[in-house]
């Protein structure tokens, strides 16, 4: 069966892929790892998994993955569960997160399926997933090496604050690739004053920033704003930047 781009995944049904390269191919995630919103729930965690996949290559003008290396900040396991196990073409993919089970799951389950998956635990602190982490505005380097293609970080700019959100601005600058891409979501809310934590009780549920402010850091920080994107209807990823590194 011939294999479908990623742009076709995305567009169409979910394909079924029984195997990769005639090896099956399957990475099964418990419930407690599955660490999403309530709209990603809504969505289905396969099917909102194969609709961004989707949709950054196409905003990428691109087919498929299969020459582009991917740093995942925040990763979780939805995009490792669905690149997996439906084969989707990716040069290689790197993913860290703050939650160190995660990773070892991941380290444990995922890698040995394909040498291409990569994870790495970045124990830094965040007020909703690692309260006890190190600061990040301190941190100097990711626990990785080398520069990538593309860099995504979806559902982590929505729960950082500003000095946070700076911070992380300024460490990923060092390993995007020349023509590289940053895309990442965030709440934006031009009624907003700078920024607001919209539910105190629960920090960091839900960071909201206004643009201004957000555009002001991403450009100080050496990032070129290629484009926003705003009010997508899928509520998962309703609004979005793609920058690249500055001249």
Not at 119 to 148: I, R, T
Request: contains cysteine; aromatic residues 10%.
């Amino acid at each position: 069966m011939p294999r479908l781009s990623i742009v076709d995944t995305a567009l169409n049904s979910a394909p079924v892929f029984p195997s990769c390269n005639g090896i099956a191919m399957q990475l099964e995630i418990p419930q407690k790892f599955r660490r999403n919103s309530h709209m990603v729930k809504e969505a289905g965690y396969d099917e909102s998994a194969k609709e961004i996949i989707g949709l950054m290559a196409e905003r990428l003008g691109v087919a498929d993955f299969s020459q582009t290396n991917i740093l995942d900040v925040g990763c979780g396991t939805r995009f490792s569960a669905y690149m997996i196990n439906h084969c989707v073409p990716v040069k290689s993919y790197t993913g860290i997160d703050v939650n160190g089970e995660i990773i070892s799951f991941l380290q444990a389950e995922a890698s040995p399926l394909s040498a291409r998956f990569r994870y790495a635990h970045w124990p830094v602190q965040n007020a909703l997933y690692n309260p006890e982490g190190a600061p990040l505005p301190l941190q100097e380097n990711l626990p990785v090496s080398g520069q990538f293609d593309v860099i995504w970080l979806f559902s982590v700019f929505t729960h950082l604050n500003p000095e946070d959100a700076s911070a992380m601005l300024r460490i990923l600058r060092k390993y995007i690739a020349p023509n590289g891409k940053l895309i990442f979501t965030c709440r934006i809310n031009n009624t907003v004053d700078g920024f607001i934590d919209r539910i105190p009780s629960q920090p960091l549920l839900r960071a909201v920033f206004s643009q201004s402010l957000m555009e002001n850091m991403i450009v100080q920080h050496g990032w070129r704003i290629d484009h926003f994107y705003q009010n997508d209807p899928r509520d998962f990823i309703r609004n979005y930047y793609i920058c690249s590194a500055a001249p």
